[in-house]
């Protein structure tokens, strides 16, 4: 029994050990993979935030604020 718990405890460490040089071997690379990809990613975000904000103004500008105005008009006109 004692032996199965040692085997155990070791795997573990093991285990533990490995993911741990795996993640600082990811965190340290500097080959420039993750710039990219990070760059790739904000202009991404960048486009679409973009696109987004011309879509509602053009929602806001022909349809909302003329409703509103007319709504405002026809209340107090």
């Not at 405890?9 to 993911?19: D, E, I, K, R, S």
């Not at 040089?21 to 486009?47: P, T, W």
Request: glycine fraction near 6%.
């Amino acid at each position: 029994m004692r032996n199965l718990i040692n085997r155990a405890a070791a795997a573990t460490t093991f285990t533990v050990w490995n993911t741990k040089r795996q993640a600082k071997e990811a965190l340290c690379n500097e080959r420039g993979d993750f710039y990219i990809s990070d760059g790739v990613k904000i202009i991404i975000a960048v486009v679409l935030g973009a696109l987004l904000l011309t879509a509602l103004s053009g929602i806001f500008n022909d349809t909302v604020i003329p409703r509103i105005t007319h709504e405002i008009e026809a209340l107090f006109g």
